[in-house]
T-cell receptor, first 116, second 112 residues
Framework: DSGVTQTPKHLITATGQRVTLRCSPR?????VYWYQQSLDQGLQFLIQ???????AKGNILERFSAQQFPDLHSELNLSSLELGDSALYFC???????????????FGPGTRLTVL | GENVEQHPSTLSVQEGDSAVIKCTYS??????FPWYKQELGKRPQLIID?????GEKKDQRIAVTLNKTAKHFSLHITETQPEDSAVYFC???????????FGRGTQLTVWP
């Protein structure tokens, strides 16, 4: 158990719908990262938040958005869903301590999204 | 941005043999190189990592080597066991942003 939690574990929805995925980082971790893993694909970085602020953006579609709340949990919002959005969505967390960044990222169990 | 390439994409070995997976990266500013193991449908789990100020690191049957000049790093698994079967991902981080750039993964199969 990495200490990172994600809900829900599975999500089945229809095209055109909107869903929200939730991630709670390890206790004390300030950074949250979102990754997408499609079937037979590697891990694609979507977006990073650090202490409530967006830190870095990757290959995230305009239909997707994220935020990090004061309690440091994060939500990834996916809208106007398409069949191709079906994937495993992972979040990971790491911590920055007084300007000394710790690189290690710990992954949550993921949310499997199926768009029908 | 950074580009990480990983080879081979599949690797089959006999139990007890060694396995080697190689990755190259493009940006010389990358300074942290973790390796993750992912079993089917599970989360990626960190198995070993190395920083740019170190050339080699070992943890029991697993070792990682880094050649900064050539910009490549490798994972070595000795005395492989069937439970080592999984997909292995290498990754690199660039500068201080912290995002991971992943290779495309290697499916390792260890036959008993």
């Amino acid at each position: 158990d990495s200490g990172v939690t994600q809900t829900p574990k599975h999500l089945i929805t229809a095209t055109g719908q909107r869903v929200t995925l939730r991630c709670s980082p390890r206790s004390g971790d300030l950074s949250v990262y979102w990754y997408q893993q499609s079937l037979d694909q590697g891990l694609q970085f979507l977006i990073q938040y650090y202490n409530g602020e967006e830190r870095a953006k990757g290959n995230i579609l305009e239909r997707f958005s994220a935020q990090q709340f004061p309690d440091l949990h994060s939500e990834l919002n996916l809208s106007s869903l398409e069949l191709g959005d079906s994937a495993l969505y992972f979040c990971a967390s790491s911590v920055d301590l007084d300007g000394r960044r710790t690189d290690t990222q710990y992954f949550g169990p993921g949310t499997r999204l199926t768009v029908l | 941005g950074e580009n990480v390439e990983q080879h081979p994409s599949t690797l089959s070995v006999q139990e007890g043999d060694s396995a080697v997976i190689k990755c190259t990266y493009s940006d010389s500013a990358s300074n942290y190189f973790p390796w993750y193991k992912q079993e089917l449908g599970k989360r990626p789990q960190l198995i070993i990592d190395i920083r740019s100020n170190v050339g080699e690191k070992k943890d029991q049957r697993i070792a990682v080597t880094l050649n900064k000049t050539a910009k490549h790093f490798s994972l070595h698994i000795t005395e492989t066991q069937p439970e080592d079967s999984a997909v292995y991902f290498c990754a690199a981080t660039l500068g201080t942003l912290g995002r991971l750039y992943f290779g495309r993964g290697t499916q390792l199969t260890v036959w008993p």
